[in-house]
C-alpha cells in the first residue's frame, strides 16, 4: 500500500530470532539484496535505520555514502567520550588509512596525539609549532 504503515515483528518476545534473505553460500550466481529504509532526501530525525543491539556484525565489508556525490559529506560520528577502533579483541595488524586521500586531518584543535611507534615521514615534514625534543631537552623553534 502506498499510505503509512507500521509493521512489528516480534517486538514483544522474550527471545526472537529472525532470519531474512540469508541466502546460501555458494557461487558467484547466488543472490541476496536487502533494502532497508528509504526517504534519503529527508533529514536525519526522519528518516534512519536504529539498531539497538549489544553489537553489530558485519561479515562482509562496509561501503558508507553510497548515495552521496563526490563534493558530498559522509559523516562517521559517535556520541560517546571514548571511541576505539580497531581495539580490544581485534587481531589486525595492519591499518591502510586514507590512503587515496589528498588531506587529512587528524585530532581537534587542542589535546595531545599520540603516536606509539615509529613514525616515517615519506615526504616533506612542515611544524606550525615548536618541536621538542626530550631527549636532549631542546627546543626547535617554527620558522615563520
Same mark, same amino acid.
Given at each position: 500500500?502506498?499510505?503509512?504503515?507500521?509493521?512489528?515483528?516480534?517486538?514483544?518476545?522474550?527471545?526472537?530470532?529472525?532470519?531474512?534473505?540469508?541466502?546460501?553460500?555458494?557461487?558467484?550466481?547466488?543472490?541476496?539484496?536487502?533494502?532497508?529504509?528509504? $526517504?534519503?532526501? =529527508?533529514?536525519? /530525525?526522519?528518516?534512519?535505520?536504529?539498531?539497538?543491539?549489544?553489537? *553489530?556484525? %558485519? &561479515? @562482509?565489508?562496509?561501503?558508507?555514502?553510497?548515495?552521496?556525490?563526490?563534493?558530498?559529506?559522509?559523516?562517521?560520528?559517535?556520541?560517546?567520550?571514548?571511541?576505539?577502533?580497531? $581495539?580490544?579483541? =581485534?587481531?589486525? /595488524?595492519?591499518?591502510?588509512?586514507?590512503?587515496?586521500?589528498?588531506? *587529512?586531518? %587528524? &585530532? @581537534?584543535?587542542?589535546?595531545?596525539?599520540?603516536?606509539?611507534?615509529?613514525?616515517?615521514?615519506?615526504?616533506?615534514?612542515?611544524?606550525?609549532?615548536?618541536?621538542?625534543?626530550?631527549?636532549?631537552?631542546?627546543?626547535? /623553534?617554527?620558522?615563520?
Amino acid at each position: 500500500t502506498t499510505e503509512s504503515q507500521n509493521i512489528k515483528i516480534g517486538n514483544t518476545s522474550t527471545d526472537s530470532e529472525i532470519t531474512i534473505g540469508d541466502s546460501i553460500d555458494g557461487s558467484n550466481a547466488n543472490k541476496s539484496k536487502i533494502t532497508v529504509g528509504g $526517504s534519503f532526501a =529527508s533529514n536525519e /530525525s526522519d528518516s534512519f535505520v536504529q539498531i539497538d543491539t549489544k553489537a *553489530l556484525k %558485519i &561479515a @562482509g565489508d562496509t561501503i558508507i555514502g553510497t548515495r552521496r556525490g563526490l563534493t558530498d559529506t559522509t559523516k562517521f560520528e559517535s556520541p560517546s567520550g571514548f571511541f576505539e577502533f580497531l $581495539s580490544g579483541n =581485534s587481531t589486525t /595488524s595492519n591499518v591502510d588509512f586514507a590512503t587515496n586521500a589528498s588531506t *587529512l586531518t %587528524i &585530532a @581537534g584543535q587542542g589535546g595531545t596525539t599520540t603516536i606509539r611507534n615509529n613514525l616515517r615521514v615519506n615526504a616533506t615534514s612542515r611544524f606550525d609549532a615548536d618541536v621538542t625534543l626530550p631527549c636532549a631537552s631542546t627546543v626547535i /623553534s617554527a620558522v615563520v
